[in-house]
């Protein structure tokens, strides 16, 4: 039911920049597009969200498509501490007002030495 | 302000047994989310509640899962006789009134059924 493609695992030298991609092709006008990544043995952190315009925050910038069907997460200088599995996920509001995340398997970044 | 608790942290139950697994949201939240993952996969959505409110369940299943989240307290869910296909990590996340746009999540709770 994950409404967003990620690739599985991606590798990254470090404090080189890093992008990670996420086609989301049947999205709403309404649904933000969020990203969170998780930390081994940690539950996931929120990294950044965005609707129409490209974000930056503190952490990563977030790149999105015109037509919104792809967005992409740039991590600016990777560090070892940035290895964790990254999640791209559409946040779906349903009709009893829930904004329940919809998962899906996330791209598991390798930072190398 | 501390974050999202979850207790135990690890928890392990024989098949049969119940397993009760709490979560204190962050001060302020009144908004509370389940999810589950397994081994290598990602985090699915259980439930969501407001305080004494189940609000969306779609994710439960259907028998020996349930939540809930009373006005004083932490959330609870509680899983009734456990199988070995119960073995997961559970998450709680909350977030603040009107929804918000990010949430908070703990560090989980890893159940083990032997």
């Known amino acids: 039911d994950a409404k967003t493609t990620q690739p599985n695992s991606m590798e990254s030298n470090e404090e080189e920049p890093v992008h990670l991609p996420c086609n989301h092709s049947?999205?709403?006008?309404?649904?933000?597009i969020h990203w969170y990544r998780q930390l081994p043995s940690q539950g996931p952190e929120y990294v950044i969200h965005g609707l129409t315009s490209n974000v930056n925050n503190r952490m990563a910038s977030l790149a999105i498509a015109e037509d919104r069907k792809s967005s992409t997460l740039i991590l600016h200088r990777a560090t070892l501490r940035d290895a964790a599995v990254y999640y791209c996920i559409l946040r779906d509001v349903t009709t009893s007002g829930t904004y329940k995340y919809i998962f899906g398997t996330g791209t598991r970044l390798k930072v190398l030495a | 302000n501390a974050g999202v608790m979850q207790n135990p942290r690890h928890l392990v139950r024989r098949r049969g047994q119940e397993a009760r697994l709490r979560c204190s949201p962050m001060k302020g939240h009144s908004h509370v989310y389940w999810y589950r993952q397994l081994p290598e996969e990602g985090l699915k959505f259980m439930v969501y509640l407001q305080k004494e409110n189940i609000i969306d369940e779609s994710g439960m299943p259907k028998e020996r899962f349930s939540a809930e989240f009373p006005k004083e307290g932490p959330s609870i869910l509680r899983i009734q006789q456990v199988v070995r296909g119960d073995s997961a990590a559970y998450f709680c996340a909350s977030s603040p009134p009107f929804g918000g746009n990010e949430q908070f999540f703990g560090p989980g709770t890893r159940l083990t059924v032997l």
């Open positions: 049947t999205i709403s006008g309404t649904d933000y």
